[in-house]
């Protein structure tokens, strides 16, 4: 129930604990909604009634933000009418339930009071007469927290709570307060602080637009106004909001927003200066200032040069030492070439600016954060000697861009990564003319074969359209700033100024105090540009790690706590050089604010009482900021492990340590290390090997097959492995024979009349001849980054018999093998760059069993030894290449597609060579090792970490090898020949050493974009393009392989590039390819995508299609339309069939009016007959125009309707020409060599013949091959029943069937119509 005169809280009244008084407005349980954090009080009235006949004094206490005042000016100045309004109860319980009641205080009310009357005291108590009531008000504040308010950031509501306690002697009414309060920020996006449009013309209209942001979950009400203008009238600018109206304030929701649209017409030329006030009317201290500036000049024309992209530039929430682009797009509007010479004023300091074009078409990246000081040269080294300084704040900030020195002057494609600069080239003033007419700076640089060259100014063909992307670099500023870890806004502009390119223009400077002709007639462009500027700060705690006592041989971990101190995500690195001391050395993004802890592993191999390291945790992008963490540790053996450093050491791969570390390895991927174990005695031993049983199907052991016995002769193993190893070579689908003989196969069916490239284009599978290099080996960037690429070869190629003929010197070969290596180490090249390894493989009966081989006195010769020690010695040799070329997490960066597709093609053979050397028995399971005197003995160590998306593995794996000594020494340790060593009574009291293998796992994750691709029709031999999205949905960069069933149905698929690649962390790739059916009938073939690491993350991708047979004639139109017909006349206009032939061979047609007997009338009584003209014979035939030709004839008449209008006679004539030529009328001039001719030749009319086999009704045409006709049409409506009456303007159809004479299956219809 409301009460006229007072708010709607009045109504609720609540007794006290012994109804000595009762309370108005004020429940025992209030939430206090929405509420602003803005430092001001938020007033809630309530009432006290005594209900005693005596006099009573109410005690009041207060706990937390609150306090109680009797009397106050703000409240008793509020009108009745206000009173009403001022408070709304959102939810109100009942009274016996004692629920919680919410109130909403009116803001708008409220900001009408005085913060200096509230900030007077209150009371403690009140005196209350019989039966009276008092008035009070109940202040709360909630003091703004310490935050941040940089653009971006969401504020959410905060709770506060507190405690009103009213008490009469010992009755008591007690209130809990709960308050939502929540901080109203308003911002503005772009949040650039200024509008500049430079070089306006009068009457012109231009637009900006604003978007005013409530960044909080509060409404918000804001206004604009103006402050400062240099036209009181503002009759040139309008404010509007989106539905076109004037615009100075308005209400915002909960994180809402509103465009302002600014909209400038000149009247006048001159400076025009505006600057607006935007005020948050709910929290004075959020406000935000913008100027709007404009330059009008006195020219009349528009601009020659329009920027096409935003007009403000945005770089957002930047990290100092992080490369950030962004694209601007120019385009030159006008007739004449333009140049566009560009520079920046305003905050730049601590800034490094660049604009990059991508040369010789090299794919646009990112450039490169690790190395960003070596990614460009400094601003100084640039501008130094070409012009003074643009500000007086920072004398080395300009805008430098690069672009390819014989590039065209239209549109180009970016690359922001650009490589140092060579210091030898002298910086200078000179001109660059020719092809382009820049001007350039002369220092040239080149990167990895992509040619680029800095410059200042840029030269714009007319029409055409310029993109450059800007990169911005922050420099880190030091911890004792102001700014140390918090976003520091930065707003700068970029001038352009375009005039017309002349083409000698003079290299001298004008005199001092007169201006050129361009430089008069110059026009300005600016573009406002923001960033918010963070440098990153971390802390590590503690700055000690104090291990203690550790024994030898046992894992202590210690952790390391990384926060981070800033406002920006910071990437910090450790990096430590110990053969005790382990932790990840992996990049670690920390979230602001947060942190993260770092394990740190000490595994000590030896007794060492006063150990001492450093670890170095870097920050990426502050490398002020780095911390040294120091490392202390007492090394002791309680359990006698470092008496295995007595007989056996490990290396790792020739460092002495007990642990082996994988690095990252995705999960279900194989990774090896190798593991030699030496013998530091003389005199043999044996060890026992075992992994842990919780452990054993994630990795295993395995030492290589020994090839000789102690007595010389060939082992039954070795033998074996000479067996099997070709045979499971053979068998296996290796990409020197299988996989390009596939695409060989494939690439022969896409059809030459399809408007694609040639198959030999599309499937590159052959490559160029490798020249004969002495002593080539297969070195680490044999197949990346190199000027001229390599074919894909096999890895060792198998070993020619001694008594194998030589092949003959004219041939090329390729020697991969060491320069000491024998002829057997040389692979031959077939002639078209392909490696052919099964031709090395020895034929089955050239290899022997083992006791033949073991039996060295039966042999004629020692040709068979020979083979099977050739067979083993390659095997070792696959087996380095395998531990030093396998890569967990693959590069990125390649010269070439081609340069990527070997690369990914070799680590699919390493990853099969591994199953082929374990199948075969090369790689044996090590349970026991037995090492000789002084001898040392591999381990491979294979790690495969099994996991699945859904349930995921721990970011670390960490398992044990165990040693155990099984053989007593039976002889002195080799430290001195005198020293004694006790020998122990039983290799039972050495403890088992334990071999820690650590792992860091990632997850290697593949999707495609699409599971089914559907073609739809298609005919025989048509071809198309489609493509297949490859997604990476992990942070690691993902190798796919896409393989084929090898189906007959398989061939007519053929990829253009990418079938082997690689894709980025969390991006996609599109992959082309040419579907070309060579069989009618409905379509479906699977693509296997396979994941290269993760062999259980491939995916499939059905193709489907409905293919229909060829068609064999064409008609251009199905049907034909004549005017208005009388019955029984002939038509009087004639209509045109145009058929032509689609085959290379000769096709006769039969043309043929369907009689009314087969359903050739229509439903209104009257039927069209079909007449041939007689002189149909003598006609001439019209040829027939496909879609390209078509195409090209529409660009030409599009081209002659504009020179038509810029008045160039010359090239009307060269454009009417072409057009004659193309429409196969033969006239219209000769026209230029490079004129576009016809793609299909006009068949000879003769070939042409025409005969008539039933009067005037049907006909028979003979078509040579590629060949058109154009039979004229001539109908005449008959009555098909004379009783039926015809309304005028009924409609009559007719038929024409046209097949050929022997095919009367493939019968096409064409529809004759015409109203009667």
Known sequence: MTVRGQPANYALLWRSAEGRFSVRGLPPRVHLDRVYTNGLHALVPFWITNETDQDVTVELATEGPLKVQQQNANWSAVSTAQRETYVDVTTAPAAEDRGEVTMVCSATIQREFSEVFNQLGGVSSVQLAARKTAELVLLFVAEAAETDSGDGQRYEYETHGGHVTLRADTDLYDVTLRASTCRSVLEMEPPTSRIYIDDCVIGRTYERALRVRNASAIGLDWTMTVVETTDPSLSALQLLDSDMRPL?????????????????????????LSRFLVENSNDPASLRYWVFRARVSQRQKLRRVELLSDPDISFGDCTSGVWYSRDIRFKNVSDTPVVMRLRVEGNTGGLTMKSAVRADGASASEPNTADADALFPTLSELISSRRPSITDDNPSDALTVTDDVGSEGGSAELSSRVTPADDSMPVGDGVRTGESGRRFVARARAARGHKTALFDEMLIKPGAVRTMTLSLLGNPVSSTSVSAGQFERQSFTLFGESSTAVGTQPTTAPPPGTASNSERNAERLSIPCTANMCTPFVRVVPPL??????????????????????????????????????????????????????????????????????????????????????????????????????????????????FVDFGLVPLNARSLRRVNLRNVCRCPLAIEVAADAADAGAFSAYTVVPQRDGSGRLTDAACQVARR????????????????????????????????????????????????????????????????????????????PRNQAVLPPSLEYLDISPATATRRNVVRIRGNGSSDIMAAVPPESALLSS??????????????????????????????????????????????????????????????????????????????????????????????????????????????????????P?????????????????????????????????????????????????????????????????????????????????????????????????????????????????????????????????KKATLKAAVRRQSKFYIQSLRLEFDTLAPGRPSTDVQVLAI????????????????????????VGVVLEVRFPPNIAAAQPTRLLDRETEEKIESLEQKLKIAVRKNRPEKVEKYQAKLAKLRGSGSGGNGDSDSIQATDAVPDPAGVQIRRLADDTQLEVELPPGGDVSIPVVVTARLADPKVDIKTGANALGTLVVHEVKDKDNVKLVTLAASV
Do not use: W
Request: contains cysteine.
């Open 725 to 800: 190893l070709p045979l499971l070579e053979r068998q296996a689908a290796m990409h020197s024979n299988i996989e390009k003989f596939k695409e060989r196969t494939a690439g022969a069916t896409v059809p030459e009349a399809a408007a694609l490239p040639p198959r030999s284009s599309l499937c590159p599978v052959a490559v160029a001849p490798v020249p004969r290099t002495a002593g080539l080996t297969l070195q680490p960037d044999m197949f990346i980054d190199k000027s001229v690429e390599q074919g894909h070869v096999c890895l060792m190629p198998f070993a020619p």
């Open 1140 to 1163: 032509k032939n689609m085959t290379p061979k000769t096709r006769h047609l039969i043309v043929k009016s369907l009689l009314a007997s087969e359903d050739g009338f229509s439903d």
């Open 545 to 658: 790690l104090d291990f203690g006592s550790v024994d030898v041989g046992t894992l202590k971990s210690l952790y390391l706590r990384v926060e981070n101190l800033s406002q920006v995500a910071a990437t910090v690195q450790c990096k430590l050089e110990s053969k005790v001391i382990t932790c990840t050395r992996a990049p670690i993004t920390i979230a602001p604010q947060q942190s993260v802890s770092v394990r740190v592993d000490s595994y000590p191999r030896r007794v060492n009482a006063r150990y001492r390291k450093q670890i170095i945790v870097r920050n990426i992008h502050n490398r002020l900021n780095d911390s040294v963490v120091e490392v202390r540790s007492t090394h002791v053996d309680r359990r006698r492990v470092a008496f295995h450093n007595l007989f056996y050491q490990t290396l790792v791969p020739a460092n002495e340590q007990n």
């Open 851 to 968: 006791e033949a081989a073991n039996n060295l006195d039966m042999l004629p010769a020692d040709e068979d030894v020979e083979m099977i020690v050739s067979v083993i010695e390659r095997a070792e040799q696959i087996l380095e290449e395998i531990i030093e070329r396998l890569d967990m997490i693959p590069q990125t960066l390649f010269a070439s597609p081609e340069a990527e597709n070997a690369y990914v093609r070799r680590q699919v053979d390493l990853h099969k060579y591994i199953d082929l050397l374990v199948e075969s028995g090369f790689l044996r399971p090590a349970h026991h090792v037995r090492l000789t005197a002084l001898g040392t003995e591999s381990l491979i160590v294979i790690l495969q970490p099994a996991g699945t998306p859904d349930k995921p593995a721990p970011l670390r794996f960490d398992a044990n090898l165990y040693f155990k000594l099984v053989d007593r």
């Open 248 to 272: 100075s304030g308005g209400h915002l929701g909960a994180r809402g927003d509103t465009q302002v649209l600014v909209r400038y017409t000149p009247h006048a030329a001159g400076e025009f």
């Open 970 to 1098: 039976g002889d002195l340790l080799p430290f001195t020949d005198s020293a004694a060593v006790v020998s122990f009574a039983s290799a039972d009291q050495l403890p088992v050493r334990r071999f820690l293998v650590q792992a860091a796992l990632v997850q290697s994750e593949l999707e495609l974009g699409q599971k089914s691709i559907n073609v739809g029709n298609m005919q025989v031999d048509e071809a198309c393009r489609k493509y297949l999205v490859i997604q990476n949905r992990s942070e690691t960069p993902l190798m796919y392989a896409i393989r084929k069933t090898g189906s007959i149905a398989s061939g007519d698929i053929c990829f253009v590039d990418s079938r082997y690649g690689i894709v980025r962390g969390f991006d996609s790739r599109k992959v082309v390819f040419v579907f070309s059916p060579s069989l009618h009938g409905a379509y479906s073939e699977q693509i296997s995508i396979a994941n290269v690491l993760n062999a259980r993350g491939g």
